[in-house]
Structure formats: structure tokens, C-alpha cells
């Protein structure tokens, strides 16, 4: 039973890695600069410390992105209509991918330059 657990808890997250690909323009755009710099992580860090850190800052962004995304959906599955409860949820939650986008080059720099 437990197996069978995990195996389904795994199929829904490759199903919603699947659908942030094919539908968030973001995550995409997120994920193709994640890719560019990863392997330049793994080559400029020296040690795994650093790489840790480099590649962790990339995965923040990705994970904030979905999670941003999450929100968003819920947001417009109760309501389609405006309102200030829901644009404030979707600010703060663009707030959230903003902040973890701006960690990293803050990141790379302390690392990169210390």
C-alpha cells in the first residue's frame, strides 16, 4: 500500500511539472535559465557548498514559481470576477517570485566574487 502511495503521490508531481511546462509561460521561462545556469554552477563553485548554494537559488525560483502558480489557479477557479482579497493573494504570491528571482544573482555575486 505504501508503495503505491508514493507512486501516486510521484505520478501528480510529474503531472504538474508537466502542466507548468506545457501551460506557464514563466515557468518555462524559469526553467530555461535554470538549465543555462546549472551546469555553470556545477563549473563555477568550488566546492559543494557553493554548488549547493548556486543550484539551490535556481530551485527556489522554480519551486516559488509553482507554487505562485498554484495560487493563481485557485484563485480564478473560486472567481473570475475582481476582487481585492484575490488580486492581493496573486500579488503576494508575485511578490513571493520576485523575491526569490532577485535572491539570485545576490546569491551568485556573494559567491562568485567573495
Known amino acids: 500500500m505504501a508503495i503505491k502511495r508514493v507512486w501516486n503521490a510521484f505520478s501528480y508531481s510529474i503531472s504538474g511539472l508537466k502542466d507548468a511546462i506545457k501551460?506557464?509561460?514563466?515557468?518555462?521561462?524559469?526553467?530555461?535559465?535554470?538549465?543555462?545556469?546549472?551546469?555553470?554552477?556545477?563549473?563555477?563553485?568550488?566546492?559543494?557548498?557553493?554548488?549547493?548554494?548556486?543550484?539551490?537559488?535556481?530551485?527556489?525560483?522554480?519551486?516559488?514559481?509553482?507554487?505562485?502558480?498554484?495560487?493563481?489557479a485557485a484563485i480564478d477557479r473560486i472567481s473570475l470576477e475582481r476582487h481585492e482579497l484575490s488580486r492581493k493573494s496573486k500579488d503576494l504570491a508575485s511578490a513571493a517570485v520576485f523575491l526569490s528571482l532577485v535572491n539570485v544573482p545576490i546569491v551568485w555575486l556573494l559567491i562568485l566574487f567573495q
Open 23 to 72: 501551460t506557464q509561460t514563466a515557468f518555462r521561462i524559469e526553467l530555461a535559465l535554470g538549465l543555462v545556469l546549472f551546469p555553470l554552477a556545477l563549473i563555477l563553485g568550488q566546492n559543494g557548498i557553493e554548488r549547493t548554494f548556486l543550484i539551490g537559488s535556481l530551485m527556489i525560483v522554480l519551486i516559488v514559481e509553482l507554487i505562485n502558480s498554484s495560487i493563481e
